[in-house]
């Protein structure tokens, strides 16, 4: 059974940092790219970045290029955000998700098998 499992979010000020975990177990054989998305209230789902699963290409959204970074430990089973330099408007649950294959865009949700339960972000200016 694959689990993923979100940890490290929290509630931080404009321009602090914040690095969020997402540990995977069950980790399946086919697996090829792992991401994070984010939702804000009233909003939909949006991809922040992806990587996969061999390390060789990362992917970012635009709202995050320059301040965030995903890295991934394959030895640990574990993928990395770090967020830097956060703004109010980066305020929303984000979730991990894992999928096979690399074809279509890295940020459409719907080709991802794999979510985790979300972290809360919250981010005051």
């Known amino acids: 059974q694959v689990q993923l499992v979100e940890s490290g979010g929290g509630s931080v000020q404009a321009g602090e940092s914040l690095r969020l975990s997402c540990a995977v177990s069950g980790y399946p054989s086919n697996s090829n790219l792992m991401a994070w998305f984010r939702q804000a209230p009233g909003k939909e789902r949006e991809g922040v970045a992806a990587?996969?699963?061999?390390?060789?290409?990362?992917y970012y959204a635009g709202s995050g290029k320059g301040r965030f970074t995903i890295s991934q430990d394959n030895a640990k089973n574990t993928l990395y955000l770090q967020m830097n330099n956060l703004k109010s408007g980066d305020t929303a649950v984000y979730y991990c998700a894992l999928r096979a294959g690399t074809y279509g865009l890295w940020s459409a949700d719907w080709l991802y098998q794999y979510w985790g339960q979300g972290t809360q972000v919250t981010v005051s200016s």
């Open positions: 990587i996969t699963t061999d390390g060789t290409n990362t």
